[in-house]
């Protein structure tokens, strides 16, 4: 009964905009979609019994949940070290909610409901929230200026904080149908909305950390009230205009840049500064671009996509080169010995491609999602679900690396922005895997579960099984109510179709002329295919199976020559999955490697190593030091590759990515 409730009440949250701009293309909520994969399944599970309660354990002990209790008292001193920790809270409840409409469970749901009360006793009457100023007004917490709002534009993260609470209360909403954490949202956001817009008489100020954008839409969403969507319009036009900022200077502290802020959001055409802000700003880009039908701001959006994709990504799906303001480095600029990714930025890159799919319809935007689901974002959390990398290492060499590079996973961060992240992400990845438009529904990514929804007022399951990302061969079993006509929409991923990524940044060395091969009912069909989707349209009727068969080879990946860190050498990709080369499986190195153009890799599946993975072998030559340590020489020496993803599990040492097709340099270093 209760998920019938669930379903009805999401349904006409999305219904009540029906006569609205929207995106052309809508997701299958996460509510509709139940995963019985090998893959997936035991992530959220084990986010579910292990991630998210050391979380709120976490928040505990380290004083997060006592600055809300101080808030409410109006006594003592802020406990924790940044203002925005108050967010740590606000996602993981976000999470937990996603993790309830997937495992109902009464004890943590009772949990969530003792920590929102105590969240709703430290708002200010008039809907203010920020534990860093409430607990004592005369002494707030450094980075949040004498008097309200006045530092939001660098360093006080109250608007992000308002952002996050808006997510969590959607997310609460949506899976438990309780209004308790949504009105404590509504009455902070109906306070923003009163503070700041163009009005004389209001406060003309763009966030300096973006995401209340993005919540105000889905409070929008939620209750149909304009000013929400206003006013995240509002915040996204204000960028570029504080007058204070040095136009001239190439800082990009100075310059307002770092945060986005240099030039009105329609004059930018590069991505820009803090790489977890600016995920969230073209995100919300793209949801005032689709719910306003603001062509300016789709354009802007659209060119730095292709900016990104084009010149600012790692091959794993990560962005955010330069640990100096955790910020997107020059175009091409993307150095391993001391790459940034930072996991936080990864998970921005899945909102905004998601949404740049349900703006256009094309297939690029998931290749580009998928890419960072199964390598950027998951190596952002060990097997063990309770331990996380802040940044992802593109190599690790003799723990000579630059000193901000992390070759171990820590249980937190003083900045525990990551982990928390991960916390909301991982169970709403069900969300992701369908898509509706009118009579089309497109299938992207390969999960198995099932799923039922309406096509055209016509009901109709959706049963998909796989062994997925280690098995190319896909089965979707069709269940309609009744037989009727629609177009089934099945991802050709861009790596079966010989692309690496949907630009020239990487391509494949070693392309391959295998198809894929698709059939209904055990007999082949021709398709076409459409934006990287290939078509099937037909009367569907009960039970009609479609089976894809994608190729699984490895292939050999090489970079654009601009990117000068990767010349010369090559990366390693099967199916969805980039490689890597750890110590442990490799005679105690991993960057002593060379990969030569005629190495023949093998793929197998091994069940017991690191829950169950494809590794990669070959024989290749690698450089080894005599034993008087006067002397180096190569020598062939068997080689194994495991999924990026799975790295620093088994403790710490040298791990490397990219490898020399030959040498043509020794690095010395002397003593250890």
């Known amino acids: 009964m209760r998920k019938t409730f669930l379903l009805l009440l999401l349904i006409n949250s999305y219904n009540l905009f029906a006569q609205h701009k929207d995106y052309p293309i809508q997701a299958v909520p996460f509510t509709q979609v139940h995963l019985s ?99 004592d007004p005369t002494h707030p917490q450094a980075w949040a200026g004498a008097k309200r709002w006045v530092n939001e534009r660098k360093l006080s993260h109250e608007l992000y904080n308002a952002g996050h609470l808006y997510e969590a209360a959607a997310a609460h909403y949506m899976a438990t149908g309780k209004k308790n954490l949504l009105n404590i949202a509504l009455k902070n956001a109906d306070l923003v909305c009163s503070v700041f817009g163009p009005a004389p008489d209001q406060q003309h100020t763009a966030p300096g950390h973006e995401v209340v954008e993005m919540g105000l839409v889905k409070l929008y969403r939620i209750t149909g009230k304009k000013e929400y969507l206003n006013t995240a319009k509002y915040f996204i036009e204000e ?39 600016a995920g969230y700003l073209y995100s919300a880009m793209a949801d005032v671009a689709a719910l306003m039908g603001d062509e300016k701001l789709l354009n802007a959006v659209d060119t730095i996509w292709n900016n990104v994709v084009g010149k600012k990504m790692y091959v794993q799906g990560g962005v955010g080169a330069i640990g100096d303001g955790e910020r997107f480095g020059d175009n091409y600029e993307l150095p391993n010995a001391t790459a940034y990714n930072e996991t936080c930025a990864a998970i921005a890159q899945v909102f905004w491609n998601e949404r740049m799919f349900l703006l256009h319809g094309d297939s690029k935007y998931i290749d580009v999602l998928e890419k960072t689901l199964y390598n950027g974002f998951i190596s952002g959390v060990g097997l063990d679900g309770k331990s996380f990398f802040y940044t992802n290492a593109m190599q690790v060499k003799n723990s000579f690396n630059h000193p901000d590079m992390e070759a171990t996973r820590s249980g937190w961060f003083p900045c525990s922005c990551c982990p928390t992240n991960v916390v909301r992400l991982m169970p709403s990845i069900p969300g992701y895997v369908y898509a509706q438009q009118n009579d089309k529904l497109y299938a992207n990514l390969f999960i198995a579960g099932a799923t039922a929804l309406k096509i055209n007022g016509k009901e109709v399951g959706i049963v998909q099984q796989n062994n997925y990302p280690w098995d190319g061969d896909l089965k979707f079993i069709i269940k309609p109510k009744s037989a009727f006509d629609f177009s089934m929409l099945i991802r050709i991923p861009g790596w079966a179709r010989n692309e690496a990524m949907p630009s020239d940044l990487y391509s494949f060395y070693n392309n391959s002329d295998q198809k894929t091969i698709i059939t209904i009912n055990g007999k082949e069909v021709d398709y076409p295919i459409e934006n990287g989707y290939a078509v099937l349209n037909r009367k569907w009727k009960k039970n009609d199976i479609i ?97 990026y993803y799975a790295w620093a599990n088994r403790g710490k040492g040298e791990m490397m990515m990219w490898f020399p097709e030959k040498v043509d340099d020794v690095d010395l270093i002397a003593g250890k």
């Open 37 to 135: 994969d090998n893959f997936w399944l035991p992530r959220i599970k084990v986010n579910e019994l292990v991630t998210i309660p050391a979380s709120f354990e976490r928040c505990e002990k380290t004083g997060r949940v006592k600055n809300f209790e101080m808030a409410a008292s109006h006594s003592g001193k802020f406990c924790t070290i940044y203002p925005f920790d108050d967010t740590d809270i606000y996602k993981t409840l976000e999470g937990a909610s996603y993790s309830l409409s997937l495992f109902p469970d009464a004890k943590l749901e009772a949990y969530m409901d003792s920590l929102i009360a105590i969240v709703a006793k430290a708002q200010e009457p008039d809907g203010y929230l920020y534990t860093a100023r409430t607990i």
């Open 239 to 277: 960028r570029g205009r504080d007058v204070s900022y040095d136009s001239t200077s190439k800082d990009e502290w100075k310059n307002g840049a770092y945060w986005q802020d240099n030039v009105p959001v329609t004059e930018q055409t590069e991505a820009e500064g803090h790489a977890v802000r």
């Open 547 to 643: 089976e894809v068969r994608l190729p699984m080879e490895v292939k050999k990946v090489v970079a654009n020559n601009n990117v000068k860190s990767d010349v010369g050498r090559v990366a390693l990709q099967r199916g969805p999955i980039m490689y890597c080369a750890e110590w442990v499986d490799n005679n105690g190195k991993a960057a002593n490697i060379v990969m030569p153009v005629n190495t023949q890799l093998q793929a197998s599946f091994n069940p017991d190593l690191l829950n169950g993975i494809e590794v990669l072998k070959a024989n290749v030559p690698a450089v080894v030091i005599e034993d008087n340590g006067e002397a180096i020489k190569t020598q062939n020496q068997n080689f194994m590759a495991i999924p």
